[in-house]
């Protein structure tokens, strides 16, 4: 009898396993290649920027009125041109839009609302007493009268009661300081750097603004629905004062439809003006400033002959069109898509000024379909901009198999 001795070592080391073992290896180095390269994603990709420019304004120059300080810009284009030293200056009841629009926020209303009911109190009665006696614009009232957020906006911006600022800053924040601390932040969440709060009416020499921070400001009482429609109201009739007229003299003539006057020993004469107009057929708010007129009337006077003589001085330019061409993306693995712009790019120029447009292309990780958002166009001129988004006219897919494959 024979008797094998089986040799576990020299089994697993013999030439032909060790061979087996290194093909497996192999096989399993691919497996774990091919599934990580599939995993892994797709290199990011960028566009190349097409051959575009703004082109320039052929416009007259602005004339300015011979105040201390103006600005004219446009609703959702911001400030187009500014005139004299902009810097910071009292702006008297100017500042009751920043009351309003405040209010607005704190306490939201719709069109065709009249918003709760704020009672008259007796704090109220001695505010009116108050301003009454330093000879400022006030608006009659009794105890326990009942006035609606509409009715109270209204005696606010119209007769420009700086009784009823007070009053309104009490119910809307607490008290007129809690009032002069979120309007300061709101100024600060605009942009409005050369603007401060000292008081809700605008008595206060310091309560200051500058013609271009005002513009602005100007551009987001009239993006209020319920603040566009009130300070395009000549008269209303209101609890215990009666018909009451609004200030600005001006509304209807030359389009004007807004926004607020004002007038103090230290501001001079202030005019806060919005008007609807068209400019090479589109339909158009302007917003400007005058500040430091010799009074309301001369304020009021000069606006109109502003309008008068350049409401026609205003030009749009098309910048790029709707589905035009930005750029193109090409992938490592042959495909391609157009950026194109998602509308037309119009802005408005005045004083022959000649746009910078800016293209800025996102890195795109594929797969992307089309009318994806891949980057911006913004063109800027001073201080005014806006912008379009650019967006992919066609899918473009992941890399195929075997693409990724041989591209790790």
Same mark, same amino acid.
């Given at each position: 009898?024979?008797?094998?001795?089986?040799?576990?070592?020299?089994?697993?080391?013999?030439?032909?396993?060790?061979?087996?073992?290194?093909?497996?290896?192999?096989?399993?180095?691919?497996?774990?290649?091919?599934?990580?390269?599939?995993?892994?994603?797709?290199?990011?990709?960028?566009?190349?920027?097409?051959?575009?420019?703004?082109?320039?304004?052929?416009?007259?120059?602005?004339?300015?009125?011979?105040?201390?300080?103006?600005?004219?810009?446009?609703?959702?284009?911001?400030?187009?041109?500014?005139?004299?030293?902009?810097?910071?200056?009292?702006?008297?009841?100017?500042?009751?839009?920043?009351?309003?629009?405040?209010?607005?926020?704190?306490?939201?209303?719709?069109?065709?609302?009249?918003?709760?009911?704020?009672?008259?109190?007796?704090?109220?009665?001695?505010?009116?007493?108050?301003?009454?006696?330093? &000879?400022? !614009?006030? *608006?009659?009232?009794?105890?326990?009268? %009942?006035?609606?957020? #509409?009715?109270? @906006?209204?005696?606010?911006?119209?007769?420009?009661?700086?009784?009823?600022?007070?009053?309104?800053?009490?119910?809307?924040?607490?008290?007129?300081?809690?009032?002069?601390?979120?309007?300061?932040?709101?100024?600060?969440?605009?942009?409005?750097?050369?603007?401060?709060?000292?008081?809700?009416?605008?008595?206060?020499?310091?309560?200051?603004?500058?013609?271009?921070?005002?513009?602005?400001?100007?551009?987001?009482?009239?993006?209020?629905?319920?603040?566009?429609?009130?300070? &395009?109201? !000549?008269? *209303?009739?209101?609890?215990?004062?009666? %018909?009451?007229?609004? #200030?600005?003299? @001006?509304?209807?003539?030359?389009?004007?439809?807004?926004?607020?006057?004002?007038?103090?020993?230290?501001?001079?004469?202030?005019?806060?003006?919005?008007?609807?107009?068209?400019?090479?057929?589109?339909?158009?708010?302007?917003?400007?400033?005058?500040?430091?007129?010799?009074?309301?009337?001369?304020?009021?006077?000069?606006?109109?002959?502003?309008?008068?003589?350049?409401?026609?001085?205003?030009?749009?330019?098309?910048?790029?069109?709707?589905?035009?061409?930005?750029?193109?993306?090409?992938?490592?693995?042959?495909?391609?898509?157009?950026?194109?712009?998602?509308?037309?790019?119009?802005?408005?120029?005045?004083?022959?000024?000649?746009?910078?447009?800016?293209?800025?292309?996102?890195?795109?990780?594929?797969?992307?379909?089309?009318?994806?958002?891949?980057?911006?166009?913004?063109?800027?001129?001073?201080?005014?901009?806006?912008?379009?988004?650019?967006?992919?006219?066609?899918?473009?897919?992941?890399?195929?198999?075997?693409?990724?494959?041989?591209?790790?």
């Amino acid at each position: 009898m024979i008797t094998k001795t089986f040799d576990k070592y020299h089994v697993v080391n013999s030439p032909r396993n060790k061979k087996l073992f290194g093909v497996f290896l192999i096989i399993l180095l691919i497996i774990i290649y091919i599934i990580v390269a599939l995993i892994l994603p797709p290199p990011k990709i960028k566009a190349t920027e097409s051959s575009i420019q703004a082109p320039t304004a052929n416009t007259p120059a602005i004339s300015w009125p011979k105040d201390q300080q103006e600005a004219i810009g446009a609703s959702g284009f911001g400030v187009l041109a500014t005139d004299g030293e902009q810097k910071s200056a009292p702006i008297a009841s100017i500042a009751k839009t920043m009351l309003a629009l405040a209010v607005i926020k704190q306490k939201p209303l719709s069109t065709g609302k009249q918003g709760p009911t704020i009672t008259i109190t007796s704090k109220d009665v001695e505010l009116f007493n108050t301003y009454f006696a330093q &000879n400022g !614009s006030v *608006v009659p009232v009794e105890l326990n009268e %009942q006035l609606t957020e #509409y009715q109270i @906006l209204q005696a606010l911006l119209l007769p420009s009661g700086d009784n009823i600022a007070d009053t309104l800053a009490n119910w809307a924040f607490g008290s007129v300081d809690n009032y002069l601390t979120y309007a300061n932040n709101l100024a600060k969440d605009l942009n409005l750097e050369q603007t401060h709060f000292a008081d809700a009416s605008g008595l206060s020499p310091q309560t200051v603004s500058s013609a271009q921070d005002l513009v602005i400001l100007g551009e987001n009482i009239m993006a209020e629905e319920v603040l566009a429609e009130i300070v &395009n109201q !000549s008269k *209303v009739t209101l609890p215990v004062v009666g %018909q009451v007229g609004n #200030y600005n003299t @001006l509304l209807g003539q030359e389009n004007i439809v807004g926004i607020k006057t004002g007038n103090t020993d230290e501001a001079g004469g202030c005019f806060l003006f919005a008007i609807k107009n068209k400019i090479n057929e589109k339909d158009v708010t302007l917003i400007g400033v005058i500040l430091g007129a010799t009074n309301r009337n001369q304020a009021l006077a000069d606006t109109k002959k502003f309008l008068q003589n350049n409401v026609k001085n205003f030009q749009f330019v098309k910048v790029a069109e709707a589905g035009q061409v930005i750029g193109t993306f090409n992938t490592p693995w042959g495909k391609s898509g157009n950026v194109v712009a998602e509308k037309d790019l119009d802005f408005l120029l005045v004083n022959n000024q000649k746009p910078d447009l800016k293209i800025s292309f996102d890195q795109i990780l594929p797969p992307q379909n089309k009318g994806a958002k891949v980057g911006t166009a913004t063109v800027t001129s001073g201080m005014a901009q806006a912008s379009i988004n650019l967006i992919l006219d066609n899918k473009i897919s992941k890399p195929p198999f075997f693409w990724k494959i041989f591209h790790p």
